[in-house]
Protein backbone atom coordinates (compact mmCIF):
# COMPACT_ATOMS: atom_id res chain seq x y z
CA UNK A 1 0.00 0.00 0.00
CA UNK A 2 2.62 2.56 0.68
CA UNK A 3 4.97 1.05 -2.08
CA UNK A 4 2.21 3.30 -4.52
CA UNK A 5 4.50 6.26 -3.24
CA UNK A 6 7.82 4.76 -3.89
CA UNK A 7 9.62 5.60 -7.34
CA UNK A 8 12.76 2.72 -6.42
CA UNK A 9 13.85 0.79 -4.08
CA UNK A 10 17.26 1.66 -3.72
CA UNK A 11 18.27 -0.83 -0.77
CA UNK A 12 16.13 -4.17 0.08
CA UNK A 13 15.17 -5.26 3.05
CA UNK A 14 17.71 -8.17 2.53
CA UNK A 15 20.60 -6.13 1.73
CA UNK A 16 19.97 -4.09 5.05
CA UNK A 17 20.17 -6.94 6.91
CA UNK A 18 23.10 -8.93 5.43
CA UNK A 19 24.72 -5.05 5.84
CA UNK A 20 23.31 -5.13 10.03
CA UNK A 21 25.10 -8.41 10.06
CA UNK A 22 28.55 -7.33 8.90
CA UNK A 23 28.27 -4.31 10.89
CA UNK A 24 27.71 -6.13 13.98
CA UNK A 25 30.30 -8.56 14.05
CA UNK A 26 32.95 -5.80 13.17
CA UNK A 27 31.46 -4.18 16.50
CA UNK A 28 31.08 -6.81 18.35
CA UNK A 29 35.34 -7.52 17.73
CA UNK A 30 35.96 -3.98 18.01
CA UNK A 31 34.34 -3.05 21.56
CA UNK A 32 34.98 -6.79 22.94
CA UNK A 33 37.08 -5.22 25.80
CA UNK A 34 34.67 -2.28 26.69
CA UNK A 35 31.29 -1.38 27.46
CA UNK A 36 29.97 1.63 25.50
CA UNK A 37 27.10 3.42 25.84
CA UNK A 38 25.38 3.29 22.32
CA UNK A 39 23.30 6.03 21.97
CA UNK A 40 20.36 6.15 19.30
CA UNK A 41 19.45 9.17 17.64
CA UNK A 42 15.72 9.17 17.31
CA UNK A 43 13.65 9.10 15.74
CA UNK A 44 14.89 7.97 12.49
CA UNK A 45 17.36 5.41 14.02
CA UNK A 46 15.25 3.14 15.87
CA UNK A 47 14.57 0.42 13.25
CA UNK A 48 18.88 0.46 12.83
CA UNK A 49 19.44 0.35 16.13
CA UNK A 50 16.84 -1.93 17.10
CA UNK A 51 18.36 -4.46 14.48
CA UNK A 52 21.75 -3.52 15.39
CA UNK A 53 22.61 -4.26 18.42
CA UNK A 54 20.51 -8.08 18.12
CA UNK A 55 24.04 -8.24 16.29
CA UNK A 56 26.71 -7.21 18.88
CA UNK A 57 27.73 -9.63 21.11
CA UNK A 58 29.34 -8.01 23.92
CA UNK A 59 28.25 -5.83 26.70
CA UNK A 60 26.59 -2.49 25.65
CA UNK A 61 24.45 -0.20 27.43
CA UNK A 62 21.91 1.95 25.42
CA UNK A 63 20.20 5.66 25.39
CA UNK A 64 18.56 7.69 23.35
CA UNK A 65 18.95 11.27 21.93
CA UNK A 66 16.05 13.14 20.76
CA UNK A 67 17.45 15.80 18.33
CA UNK A 68 15.32 17.56 15.39
CA UNK A 69 16.56 19.71 12.29
CA UNK A 70 14.37 18.68 9.42
CA UNK A 71 11.05 19.02 10.70
CA UNK A 72 8.60 18.85 7.73
CA UNK A 73 11.33 19.53 5.40
CA UNK A 74 13.48 17.99 3.23
CA UNK A 75 15.99 20.47 3.35
CA UNK A 76 17.89 20.81 6.83
CA UNK A 77 16.90 24.03 8.66
CA UNK A 78 20.92 23.65 10.28
CA UNK A 79 19.09 24.30 13.88
CA UNK A 80 20.15 21.10 15.85
CA UNK A 81 17.25 21.25 18.62
CA UNK A 82 17.33 18.85 22.17
CA UNK A 83 14.16 17.06 22.11
CA UNK A 84 15.15 14.85 24.98
CA UNK A 85 17.92 14.45 26.35
CA UNK A 86 20.45 11.45 27.49
CA UNK A 87 19.70 9.97 30.69
CA UNK A 88 23.83 8.53 31.00
CA UNK A 89 26.77 10.66 31.78
CA UNK A 90 28.71 10.05 28.79
CA UNK A 91 31.78 11.09 30.96
CA UNK A 92 34.89 8.87 30.84
CA UNK A 93 32.69 6.69 28.65
CA UNK A 94 33.04 4.75 25.01
CA UNK A 95 29.99 6.39 22.82
CA UNK A 96 28.99 4.53 20.03
CA UNK A 97 25.98 7.52 18.12
CA UNK A 98 23.93 5.32 16.17
CA UNK A 99 22.23 6.85 12.86
CA UNK A 100 20.06 6.30 10.09
CA UNK A 101 21.69 8.80 7.90
CA UNK A 102 24.52 11.82 7.64
CA UNK A 103 23.38 14.24 4.94
CA UNK A 104 24.64 17.99 5.66
CA UNK A 105 26.30 16.40 8.80
CA UNK A 106 25.14 18.99 11.23
CA UNK A 107 22.85 16.73 13.44
CA UNK A 108 26.04 14.77 14.22
CA UNK A 109 28.92 17.35 14.23
CA UNK A 110 26.43 18.91 17.04
CA UNK A 111 26.12 15.69 18.39
CA UNK A 112 30.46 15.11 18.43
CA UNK A 113 30.70 18.51 20.35
CA UNK A 114 28.60 17.72 23.16
CA UNK A 115 29.85 14.83 23.91
CA UNK A 116 33.67 15.92 23.50
CA UNK A 117 32.45 18.82 25.96
CA UNK A 118 31.21 16.47 28.29
CA UNK A 119 33.94 14.40 28.72
CA UNK A 120 33.28 11.08 26.79
CA UNK A 121 36.35 8.90 26.44
CA UNK A 122 36.11 8.03 22.99
CA UNK A 123 32.83 8.92 20.69
CA UNK A 124 32.32 6.55 17.42
CA UNK A 125 29.58 6.84 14.90
CA UNK A 126 28.09 3.90 12.55
CA UNK A 127 25.73 5.03 10.50
CA UNK A 128 23.37 3.28 7.75
CA UNK A 129 23.28 5.32 4.94
CA UNK A 130 25.94 8.48 4.50
CA UNK A 131 25.20 10.85 1.42
CA UNK A 132 28.35 12.33 1.17
CA UNK A 133 26.87 14.72 -1.48
CA UNK A 134 24.85 16.74 0.91
CA UNK A 135 27.65 17.64 3.77
CA UNK A 136 27.66 21.20 4.84
CA UNK A 137 30.06 20.14 7.65
CA UNK A 138 33.19 18.33 7.73
CA UNK A 139 32.32 14.63 9.71
CA UNK A 140 32.72 11.46 8.71
CA UNK A 141 31.20 8.04 10.18
CA UNK A 142 33.46 5.29 11.17
CA UNK A 143 31.08 2.73 10.26
CA UNK A 144 28.67 3.18 7.36
CA UNK A 145 25.85 0.62 5.75
CA UNK A 146 25.95 2.01 2.26
CA UNK A 147 26.17 5.39 0.28
CA UNK A 148 23.46 6.57 -1.16
CA UNK A 149 22.62 9.37 -4.10
CA UNK A 150 21.55 12.80 -3.82
CA UNK A 151 17.89 12.68 -3.56
CA UNK A 152 15.83 12.23 -0.17
CA UNK A 153 15.04 8.59 0.33
CA UNK A 154 12.66 7.29 3.06
CA UNK A 155 11.99 4.29 4.63
CA UNK A 156 13.70 1.82 7.73
CA UNK A 157 13.25 4.82 9.90
CA UNK A 158 14.04 7.79 7.55
CA UNK A 159 10.44 10.15 7.04
CA UNK A 160 9.15 12.39 4.87
CA UNK A 161 7.15 14.77 7.04
CA UNK A 162 6.94 12.34 9.74
CA UNK A 163 5.75 9.58 7.28
CA UNK A 164 7.51 6.10 5.59
CA UNK A 165 9.11 5.03 8.58
CA UNK A 166 8.03 2.11 8.86
CA UNK A 167 8.77 0.53 5.62
CA UNK A 168 11.49 -2.58 5.39
CA UNK A 169 13.76 -0.63 2.84
CA UNK A 170 14.83 2.24 1.38
CA UNK A 171 13.77 3.98 -1.30
CA UNK A 172 12.91 7.34 -2.98
CA UNK A 173 9.39 9.00 -3.26
CA UNK A 174 7.49 9.65 -6.47
CA UNK A 175 7.88 13.45 -7.66
CA UNK A 176 4.42 14.19 -7.07
CA UNK A 177 4.08 13.39 -3.26
CA UNK A 178 6.42 16.65 -2.60
CA UNK A 179 4.45 18.45 -4.75
CA UNK A 180 1.70 18.49 -2.86
O1 LIG B 1 23.21 15.26 8.51
P1 LIG B 1 21.96 16.03 8.73
O2 LIG B 1 21.69 16.99 7.60
O3 LIG B 1 21.91 16.72 10.06
O4 LIG B 1 20.72 15.01 8.63
C1 LIG B 1 20.66 13.79 9.29
C2 LIG B 1 19.68 13.82 10.42
O5 LIG B 1 18.39 14.26 9.96
C3 LIG B 1 17.40 13.29 10.24
O6 LIG B 1 16.79 13.54 11.47
P2 LIG B 1 15.60 14.59 11.70
O7 LIG B 1 16.19 15.85 12.24
O8 LIG B 1 14.77 14.70 10.46
O9 LIG B 1 14.78 13.90 12.85
P3 LIG B 1 14.06 12.44 12.78
O10 LIG B 1 15.15 11.41 12.96
O11 LIG B 1 13.11 12.46 13.92
O12 LIG B 1 13.40 12.34 11.42
C4 LIG B 1 18.19 12.00 10.32
O13 LIG B 1 17.52 11.03 11.09
C5 LIG B 1 19.49 12.42 10.95
O14 LIG B 1 19.40 12.46 12.35
O1 LIG C 1 17.39 11.94 2.67
C1 LIG C 1 16.82 12.04 3.77
N1 LIG C 1 15.63 11.44 4.02
C2 LIG C 1 14.99 11.53 5.22
N2 LIG C 1 15.45 12.24 6.24
C3 LIG C 1 16.61 12.86 6.06
N3 LIG C 1 17.30 13.64 6.91
C4 LIG C 1 18.40 14.02 6.30
N4 LIG C 1 18.46 13.54 5.03
C5 LIG C 1 17.34 12.80 4.85
MG1 LIG D 1 13.36 13.46 9.76
Same mark, same amino acid.
Given at each position: ?18 ? &? ?15 ? @? ?14 ? &? ?47 ? &? ?10 ? @? ?12 ? @? ?52
Amino acid at each position: MLQKDIEEILITEENIQEK &IAELGAQLTTDYQDKFP @LAVGVLKGALPFMSDL &IKRIDTYIELDFMDVSSYGNATVSSGEVKIVKDLNTSVEGRDVLIIEDI &IDSGKTLNYLVD @LFKYRKAKSIKIVT @LLDKPTGRKVDLKADYVGFLVPDAFVVGYGLDYAEKYRNLPYIGVLKKEIYSF
